[in-house]
Every structure is written in structure tokens, then in C-alpha cells.
């Protein structure tokens, strides 16, 4: 098993910034891809950015290319999300997840509210 926990949400103005962080703990290990999702209220959840074991690679959604960068520290088992340029439609709840074998995502975290006020 694998808990993973994710912090950093908050209320911010359109065009700030926020870095979500994902901690893991439990069965952690390295050959984790590492992925972050949101669901924003009556949509269904989206994927939003994974990152592999070795962080060499990288997959985002087209929405948020070019503002949300996604990276993984190995050392303290906890993958981020640096999101820059909030617009109010990145307005969700971020869950951070983990798999071992594709396609399906294993492990969840409870989420994070991200709030941008326009």
C-alpha cells in the first residue's frame, strides 16, 4: 500500500501562483509513475500531468502546457506541481496519484482545493 497526501491548495488571484506537493509514504518505492488530476465541481475528473520513476519524463494536458510544470524528488518521496498564470477555470480539486503498471492509476490522495478568483 501507498498513502499519498497532497497540501498547497489555496485561494489565489488569476495570474498567480500555487506548488501543490504530494507526499508518499507507506510501500513507497521509485518505479512510480506519478501523475496529478483535478475535478472541478459537476466535471468529471481530468488528467492534468504525469512524470515517470526517473523524472526524465514528462506528459501534460494541452490546457495546461506552458504554465504547470510537474517534478519528483526521489529522496523525500513527494512529487509538485508548480502552477503559474491560474486562470479561474483551473479552479478544481487536485489529486495526486500513483502507478506501477499501466494504464490505471493504483493509489489516491484525498485531494487539494484549488480556488482562482477572477
Known amino acids: 500500500q501507498v498513502q499519498l497526501v497532497e497540501s498547497g491548495g489555496g485561494l489565489v488571484q488569476a495570474g498567480g501562483s500555487l506548488r501543490l506537493s504530494c507526499a508518499a509514504s507507506?510501500?513507497?518505492?521509485?518505479?512510480?509513475?506519478m501523475g496529478w488530476f483535478r475535478q472541478a465541481p459537476g466535471k468529471e475528473r481530468e488528467f492534468v500531468a504525469s512524470?515517470?520513476?526517473?523524472?526524465?519524463?514528462?506528459i501534460y494536458a494541452d490546457f495546461v502546457k506552458d504554465r504547470f510544470t510537474i517534478s519528483r524528488d526521489n529522496a523525500k518521496n513527494t512529487v509538485y506541481l508548480q502552477m503559474n498564470s491560474l486562470k479561474p477555470e483551473d479552479t478544481a480539486v487536485y489529486y495526486c496519484a500513483a502507478r506501477r503498471i499501466p494504464p490505471s492509476y493504483d493509489y489516491w490522495g484525498q485531494g487539494t482545493q484549488v480556488t482562482v478568483s477572477s
Open positions: 507507506g510501500r513507497t518505492s521509485n518505479y512510480y509513475r
Open positions: 512524470i515517470s520513476w526517473s523524472g526524465g519524463n514528462t
